[in-house]
């Protein structure tokens, strides 16, 4: 079993610093912990690096690349950018190597806590309290074709939205406000712009 191990937490890209292991079976089913002081052994040793790293201060986390998203200019369709974003992973300092690296893993030496499994598991269910909790504090927009969210009771951010509701015939699909502005793929239609500016509402108006 392979791994890359990178220091890169460093603006000066002199003290970076990559480091291929193989790792002895016996490894395998030992602590993540192990790699990273293997690590700092390997970097403190180096004679053309002049940073001593502490194990103590650094931890080790994986990085997945998420869907790209895609944003097309609706005034020129041949215009496309492509976004593509990181989620950083932290690694449990108690985990078996086995279970938690696959082989050949690039693996990214960062500075901060080493937490255990138990922490990181802490750590996950208060970042997910957080989300509902902020997700419970927001109020959609009652403006037909707006899709913003904003705080409840306010402040109402400004929207463009249709003033009147959408029509659905048989594939074609538009708002009853704006009928010579059709869609027949239901991107398309959301994509279709507002006939008026307004602040958001969430009081829903009656027909």
């Given at each position: 079993m392979k791994v890359f191990l990178h220091y890169e937490d460093n603006e000066n890209i002199e003290f970076?610093?990559?480091?291929?292991?193989?790792?002895?079976?016996?490894?395998?089913?030992?602590?993540?912990?192990?790699?990273?002081?293997?690590?700092?052994?390997?970097?403190?040793?180096?004679?053309?690096?002049?940073?001593?790293?502490?194990?103590?201060?650094?931890?080790?986390?994986?990085?997945?690349?998420?869907?790209?998203?895609?944003?097309?200019?609706?005034?020129?369709?041949?215009?496309?950018?492509?976004?593509?974003?990181?989620?950083?992973?932290?690694?449990?300092?108690?985990?078996?190597?086995?279970?938690v690296i696959n082989d050949r893993a690039d693996l990214y030496i960062l500075h901060g806590p080493f937490k255990t499994r138990a922490q990181l598991a802490e750590d996950a269910r208060k970042i997910a309290d957080e989300q509902k909790s902020s997700a419970a504090e927001l109020a959609s927009c009652t403006h037909f074709g707006c899709r913003k969210k904003f705080p409840r009771g306010g402040p109402y951010p400004t929207c463009q939205y249709h003033v009147s509701p959408p029509v659905f015939h048989e594939t074609a699909k538009f708002w009853s406000c704006c009928p010579n502005k059709k869609a027949y793929d239901w991107d398309d239609f959301q994509a279709i712009e507002g006939c008026r500016m307004g602040n958001c509402s969430e009081v829903k108006e009656d027909m």
């Open positions: 970076h610093k990559t480091l291929k292991m193989t790792l002895p079976k016996s490894w395998k089913n030992g602590p993540v912990s192990r790699l990273l002081a293997q690590f700092v052994e390997s970097y403190n040793s180096s004679k053309t690096i002049s940073n001593e790293l502490a194990a103590s201060d650094l931890h080790i986390a994986t990085r997945r690349e998420n869907t790209p998203s895609y944003n097309n200019n609706n005034t020129t369709p041949q215009t496309t950018t492509t976004t593509t974003t990181t989620t950083t992973i932290p690694l449990p300092c108690d985990g078996n190597v086995i279970d």
